[in-house]
Every structure is written in structure tokens, then in C-alpha cells.
T-cell receptor
Framework: LAKTTQPISMDSYEGQEVNITCSHNNIATNDYITWYQQFPSQGPRFIIQGYKTKVTNEVASLFIPADRKSSTLSLPRVSLSDTAVYYCLVGSDTGRRALTFGSGTRLQVQP | DAGVIQSPRHEVTEMGQEVTLRCKPISGHDYLFWYRQTMMRGLELLIYFNNNVPIDDSGMPEDRFSAKMPNASFSTLKIQPSEPRDSAVYFC?????????????FGPGTRLTVT
């Protein structure tokens, strides 16, 4: 799986938009980009997945530039409940379905 | 759906004892994963199954760890004998082959403490 690099931590305030960028310079042609969220004392939760350009769902947006060497998870108008660790993962759908988690980005939302 | 169910939620045991963690995946899901999370090592994949067959157990730390999936609705992770370094939160997750490749549903975890 391609190695990913993301900030260790970020701080924000309620109501702000938060963008977390993940670098994956060695992404392969078949690789997808997936983001998970983990609250304290809970298992990770799937947020969004994409291959190129932009993907949006009810929780977040995922922006992927043309070269796909990075991606940005965008959380609109965060609230205190968005305080969590966010993981960026890269992998291909070539049979191995297992996830390899990095250290993630710890997002702290302040009132 | 109740989601992925794990039991027990907390387990405290003494070194040398056998520990069995249990998991019930979401009905209809054909992949089941066992992960372990610690502060030092983060979230690690231990083993995963497809249609009840173990596919990749390269993450299992050593022979003290074993996992089984006797049917589509039940899996166990056993540690025998347990050691203090096995203390961690163990997560079970399941997924469906037809979903997005990496969309997995995690259970609430079992917090294991070995004294």
C-alpha cells in the first residue's frame, strides 16, 4: 500500500471549515483514497472514498487533484462532535481488502 | 441492523490465562477483520477472513494468537497464554464485497487488560 503522510494534529473552532491534507506520492494507478474517523473509545468509521476529482457525501468532501499525489478531506462547519482522529488510507481493489492505518490527524474543535 | 457486535466489551485477566474474544459481523457481510489498537503501535490488522476462510494472518503476532470463523455469523480471537503486552483494544470489522473496497464497519471493540 502507498505510504501516506498527514499532519499529526489540527485545531479549529466551531463553525469553521476544516481541510485535512494527506500526501501519497507513491499512489498507484489502481489505488483508491479512503478516509476514516475515530472517536475516543470507538472503532473507526468510514467517511468517504474517492479515486479522482471530487467526491461529496452528507458528511464531507474529498478533493483529489489530477496527479492524485495528495488529497484533501474537507469538513464543513465543524462542531465539537467532530473532534476525532482522521485517517487517510490508500490502497487498490486487487483482492486484498485489509486496511493499513497510519497515525492519523487528531482534530480538536474548540467552542 | 445492530452493527458488528463484540463481546466482552472489557476483559481483565492475569498473565498466563486464556482469553477469547468474540465477534458477530453484520448479517450478509462476507469479509471479517480483526484489528488491535495500542498507543504505541496504533491500529494494526491481525487477520482477515473471506467467506469464513482465513485469507491473511500475517499480522498475528505469534503462535499464542489464533482466530477462527466457524460460520458466517461468528468469529473468535483467542490468546493463550496471555501476556501483559497483549493489553490493547481489539476491534472486529466486517464488510461486503460489493461495497466500496475499503468501507468496513467496525465493532465497539474489546478492551483487554492483562495483569
Amino acid at each position: 500500500l502507498a505510504k501516506t503522510t498527514q499532519p499529526i494534529s489540527m485545531d479549529s473552532y466551531e463553525g469553521q471549515e476544516v481541510n485535512i491534507t494527506c500526501s501519497h506520492n507513491n499512489i498507484a494507478t489502481n489505488d483508491y483514497i479512503t478516509w476514516y474517523q475515530q472517536f475516543p473509545s470507538q472503532g473507526p468509521r468510514f467517511i468517504i472514498q474517492g479515486y479522482k476529482t471530487k467526491v461529496t457525501n452528507e458528511v464531507a468532501s474529498l478533493f483529489i487533484p489530477a496527479d492524485r499525489k495528495s488529497s484533501t478531506l474537507s469538513l464543513p462547519r465543524v462542531s465539537l462532535s467532530d473532534t476525532a482522529v482522521y485517517y487517510c488510507l490508500v490502497g487498490s481493489d486487487t483482492g486484498r481488502r485489509a486496511l493499513t492505518f497510519g497515525s492519523g490527524t487528531r482534530l480538536q474543535v474548540q467552542p | 441492523d445492530a452493527g458488528v457486535i463484540q463481546s466482552p466489551r472489557h476483559e481483565v485477566t492475569e498473565m498466563g490465562q486464556e482469553v477469547t474474544l468474540r465477534c458477530k459481523p453484520i448479517s450478509g457481510h462476507d469479509y471479517l477483520f480483526w484489528y488491535r489498537q495500542t498507543m504505541m503501535r496504533g491500529l494494526e490488522l491481525l487477520i482477515y477472513f473471506n467467506n469464513n476462510v482465513p485469507i491473511d494472518d500475517s499480522g498475528m503476532p505469534e503462535d499464542r494468537f489464533s482466530a477462527k470463523m466457524p460460520n458466517a455469523s461468528f468469529s473468535t480471537l483467542k490468546i493463550q497464554p496471555s501476556e501483559p503486552r497483549d493489553s490493547a483494544v481489539y476491534f472486529c470489522a466486517s464488510s461486503l464485497a460489493s461495497l466500496n473496497s475499503y468501507e468496513q464497519y467496525f465493532g465497539p471493540g474489546t478492551r483487554l487488560t492483562v495483569t
